[in-house]
Structures are given as structure tokens and as C-alpha cells.
């Protein structure tokens, strides 16, 4: 699950570095080109050898302007999954409902997904409602993130 938050933060700090160039290159073309610089060292002391597909998003921003509104959506259309593999890792992490100080009854408990044969939880939101999360829906919300055609 952490994966996922990383992807995240990735996504945000591309869609940020898109924003920023996009506002540079409209004043200047030179601070655009100190800023991919500055960029590309940053990110050449940050990152671990060889992690290529953060550094070939940023290459792709730069090149390409589509490319953001891309990112953006694909960010936008991932949110939900985030969203409820936040609320299953709080639960089984902490015992608690998200972004509350209230218990959760049986948190650790998993079933079987008659459906799909996949581990099913049923996790509380702060309103008291509850919501089944198999990890069938959560591969089903990420292959549909995913499978997004060139605007």
C-alpha cells in the first residue's frame, strides 16, 4: 500500500513540475531552461540509480505539453482507488476508522469474496456506513485507472 502513496506523490510532483515549466515557458525561455537544469540535477542526486520511469515522465513534460493534461487525468481517475486503500490500510493498520478516533469492530477480520475467490474486508467510514473492499475491486479500480486511451 505504500506503493501506492508513493505513486501518488510521484504523479503530484510531476503534474507540479508541469505547472511550473508551463508558467516559466510562457514568461521565458531561458528561466524555462535554468528550471529543467535545476530539475534534472535535483532529481540526479534524489533518485535511486537506475529509477527511469519518474525521470522519463519529467523528459515527457518537458517534451510534450499533452502530457500533463495525461498525467492529470490519469491522477484524477486514480483517486478513488487511493482513496479506499487509504481507508483499508488505516483500519488494519490503526483499528480505527479514518480520520477518527473510534474503534473498528474486527479490523484484521478477512473473508473470502464468494465472487471472486480474493480476500474481502468490510471497513467503517466516519459516518458509520460500511463498505466491502476485496482485492478484486481494487485491482478492477486500477486496471479501469489504467486503461485510458490518448486524448
Same mark, same amino acid.
Given at each position: ?6 505513486? +501518488?506523490? =510521484?504523479?503530484?510532483? !510531476?503534474?507540479?513540475?508541469? %505547472?511550473? /515549466?508551463? @508558467?516559466?515557458? #510562457? ?32 523528459h ?14 490519469i +491522477?484524477? =481517475?486514480?483517486?478513488? !482507488?487511493?482513496?479506499?486503500? %487509504?481507508? /483499508?490500510? @488505516?483500519?488494519? #493498520? ?17 473473508r ?40
Amino acid at each position: 500500500m505504500k506503493f501506492c502513496a508513493l505513486g +501518488k506523490q =510521484r504523479i503530484s510532483e !510531476v503534474i507540479g513540475y508541469g %505547472e511550473q /515549466l508551463g @508558467v516559466l515557458r #510562457a514568461r521565458s525561455r531561458e528561466e524555462a531552461e535554468a528550471f529543467i537544469y535545476r530539475k534534472r540535477e535535483e532529481l540526479k542526486t534524489r533518485l535511486p540509480e537506475g529509477d527511469q520511469s519518474i525521470l522519463d515522465a519529467f523528459h515527457e513534460i518537458e517534451a510534450d505539453e499533452r502530457f500533463l493534461a495525461k498525467i492529470r487525468d490519469i +491522477k484524477e =481517475r486514480m483517486m478513488p !482507488v487511493f482513496r479506499r486503500l %487509504e481507508t /483499508l490500510r @488505516v483500519t488494519l #493498520a490503526k483499528h480505527e476508522v479514518p480520520k477518527t478516533n473510534l474503534r473498528t469492530w474486527a479490523p484484521g477480520y478477512a473473508r473470502i469474496d464468494s465472487f471472486s475467490d480474493t480476500l474481502l474486508w468490510f471497513v467503517t467510514d466516519k459516518r458509520g456506513s460500511t463498505e466491502p473492499i476485496s482485492r478484486q475491486s481494487i485491482i478492477d479500480g486500477l486496471r479501469e485507472a489504467f486503461s485510458i486511451s490518448d486524448p
